[in-house]
């Protein structure tokens, strides 16, 4: 696999054991914002074969020269998205949402990222204007396309391994010391934070690092 340079100058050649296509809830189709094109093994080096007769290249970050985001006003977003759900404010934590995926429909970027689609297979390909407003008053939805959004707008950027953690998505680990579930998860807000935030209350400084 080649990340953002490497032997084979970053043109991020890799077989089908990492995912290329991701179900968005909304549409049903696959998200858009995974850009890549997908091509024979007969036009990729011989060391990056695959076993399916296919290789993939990721659009994103096409080059070892691709600038790799560290903030993003998106990730903000789906902060406030979050902790408004936790709040029980789901209307609000909705309305953040769409303003990713609406920011998502007129992003303009480089290369082949600009046109947000993917090619190859399979060949429903879709593209960034087809991104269609999330809607829904049930909380436990609400949470699961914010982590759906988390995955797909932030593809490549170093950020899943987090979530997969934060998210409990994988929350099993070999050799694990066995601790009681609940504060051992992550680290509390700071009691600072806390007295200077009044939009905090208890119940919501809980529920960011207790296990429900």
Excluded: C
């Excluded at 089908?16 to 991701?22: D, E, R």
């Excluded at 269609?132 to 949470?143: E, P, V």
């Excluded at 998505?169 to 051992?184: E, F």
């Amino acid at each position: 696999m080649s990340f953002l340079g490497g032997p084979n100058g970053g043109v991020n050649r890799f077989d089908g054991s990492v995912y290329l296509f991701l179900p968005d809830p909304v549409t049903g189709n696959w998200d858009p914002r995974l850009p890549h094109s997908v091509g024979n093994v007969a036009e990729a080096t011989e060391d990056m074969g695959s076993e399916f007769g296919l290789t993939a290249e990721n659009l994103k970050f096409p080059k070892a020269e691709s600038e790799l985001p560290v903030s993003r006003a998106a990730e903000a977003m789906l902060i406030i998205a979050e902790a408004r759900l936790l709040a029980g404010d789901l209307a609000e934590a909705v309305s953040y949402i769409n303003q990713v995926r609406a920011a998502a429909r007129v992003r303009v970027a480089g290369s082949g990222y600009a046109a947000g689609s993917s090619r190859g297979w399979p060949p429903s390909a879709t593209t960034v204007s087809d991104l269609q407003d999330f809607a829904s008053t049930d909380s436990d939805a609400i949470y699961a396309q914010l982590k759906h959004e988390r995955q797909a707008e932030f593809w490549l950027e170093l950020r899943r391994w987090q979530d997969v953690r934060y998210y409990e998505i994988v929350p099993a680990r070999w050799l694990a010391p066995n601790v009681a579930a609940g504060m051992h998860l992550r680290w509390p807000p700071a009691p600072e934070e806390i007295a200077q935030n009044p939009n905090l209350t208890v119940a919501m400084t809980q529920s960011v690092y207790v296990s429900n």
